[in-house]
């Protein structure tokens, strides 16, 4: 367990070279550690300074010698960042005037940080809840505008907002209950029990609506491991090469071309898409070429995206038959994506039938032209990602969320039917009080300490 009665240190820009690096102190000593290596132009002791004002000065190092000029920024608790006092401490980005500057806080007495220990701390002291804290870290990561608009949306409130909603309306229900369970002579009446039944399923309603952006959420976060396949010469590549925007696969009119996994994570549909590349599905011409195939078939087999590529310009082929029967049985998402269309459709209605049995969903496109929108709005429809605006909508995306909501769910579903059946209410009360646990745990309050250890552990230091 963290000791929140130290001050803590850590350089929280990157490693490297740059024009700045900030070194924040969060803690009781903050600003009296960091006034024991700054040396302020105006005279004026940094201890004195009026709360988020920045003061330009000489920063010493670990022996009190001149180091590097900066500036620093105050901030007094509870309005920081951490809800403790706060310096930032800006300096030249070299590693070593860097390096030298945090060595001079810890030596100034403040301790070295833990990852994403000053984010912890803001969680601790109320400042965030636990999937606002969780959002700070998607922020950090984020790589495509979607991850952005996740995570900028979560740490504004989008998610808390809403459980704290479908919370406080759980609690006024429980009120009820405990009123009847306290005065048993005040009978609620079948209208009482209609209200507090119909109060009940409203929650349940809302739970499973915000369980029901998990797909969305997860796809765009963590993203779908997506296999794109087909015989040789379909034009699986330029296919890959049309989803990345580069020119990532050769391609060439050379039939097994591409003989090991290729991967690319991208940005396609409004989700994150861990893209593979895969050999072209046939009898091995060659130990080498089996090899790929082999490697192939693995990839689609653990695929939660399938991107099944076929030569609409030309009948099915014996391959193409093949990876139907292959992909047939399996259960993920799968689309057929019927290429080269400008080159005239010349499959009949029983081999798209046949298609279309295998994978469920189908697009045309032409690759060569560079055209993917009707493949991104497939996969949109897929996941979702159309119907839900990322910055404004409450959108969970974590495994831990989902558990408890799913906990939430079971929870109200069981006072749902308790009522229903007429059961006693003190028996509705105890599953409401459960749901009520679970909504709370995904936001943080009263979530086991292990747990709350766990997320912060995947943060950077300095965050």
């Known amino acids: 367990m963290n000791d929140f009665s130290k001050t803590i240190a850590a350089i929280s820009t990157p490693r490297g070279k740059g024009g700045i690096a900030v070194i924040r102190l969060s803690g009781p000593d903050a600003i009296a550690a960091a006034g024991r290596m700054f040396r302020p132009k105006n005279g004026k002791p940094l201890a004195d300074c009026a709360p988020r004002t920045a003061v330009f000065g000489t920063i010493c190092d670990a022996d009190d010698e001149p180091c590097d000029e900066g500036i620093v920024t105050v901030f007094r608790g509870p309005h920081s960042f951490t809800g403790e006092d706060v310096a930032e401490i800006a300096c030249h980005g070299g590693p070593a005037v860097t390096e030298a500057v945090c060595l001079s806080a810890i030596a100034h007495g403040a301790v070295a940080a833990g990852p994403g220990e000053f984010t912890r701390r803001a969680f601790v002291n109320g400042r965030l809840s636990l999937t606002e804290a969780e959002a700070v870290g998607r922020l950090i990561d984020a790589d495509t505008a979607e991850r952005l608009a996740l995570s900028s949306g979560a740490l504004r409130g989008n998610v808390s907002r809403e459980i704290a909603r479908i919370s406080d309306g759980l609690l006024a229900t429980m009120t009820a209950l405990y009123a009847a369970i306290d005065y048993p002579e005040e009978d609620v009446g079948d209208e009482g029990e209609r209200e507090i039944g119909g109060a009940l399923t409203r929650a349940q309603a809302d739970v499973e609506r915000l369980l029901a952006t998990y797909r969305t959420g997860r796809a765009v976060a963590d993203g779908v491991r997506t296999a794109l396949c087909g015989r040789p010469n379909v034009g699986k590549s330029s296919v890959f090469n049309l989803m990345t925007g580069e020119e990532s696969a050769i391609v060439t009119e050379i039939a097994g071309t591409t003989r090991d996994v290729l991967r690319e994570t991208v940005s396609f549909g409004g989700v994150t898409l861990r893209l593979s590349d895969t050999a072209g599905v046939r009898e091995a011409a060659d130990t080498v070429e089996k090899i790929g195939v082999d490697r192939a078939e693995r990839e689609i087999a653990s695929a939660e995206l399938i991107l099944a590529v076929f030569d609409g310009s030309e009948p099915l082929a014996d391959e193409d ?41 189908r697009v045309s496109l032409s690759a060569r032209s560079g055209d993917g929108h009707a493949l991104a709005a497939a996969i949109a429809d897929l996941y979702g990602s159309g119907t839900l605006d990322l910055r404004a909508d409450a959108v969970i995306w974590d495994v831990r969320q989902r558990q408890a909501l799913e906990h939430a769910k079971a929870a109200l579903t069981g006072a749902c039917e308790a009522i229903r059946r007429g059961d006693p209410i003190d028996c509705v009360c105890t599953l409401a009080e459960e749901a009520m646990a679970a909504l709370n745990e995904t936001d943080g309050r009263g979530v086991d300490e292990a747990i709350v250890g766990e997320i912060f552990r995947r943060f950077c230091v300095g965050k």
Not at 326 to 344: H, R, S
């Open 321 to 361: 038959r093949r990876l139907l029967a292959l992909l047939t049985p399996l259960d993920g998402a799968k689309i057929a994506v019927i290429n080269k269309e400008d080159a005239g459709l010349r499959l009949t209605d029983e081999e798209l039938a046949a298609i279309d049995a295998a994978c469920g969903h």
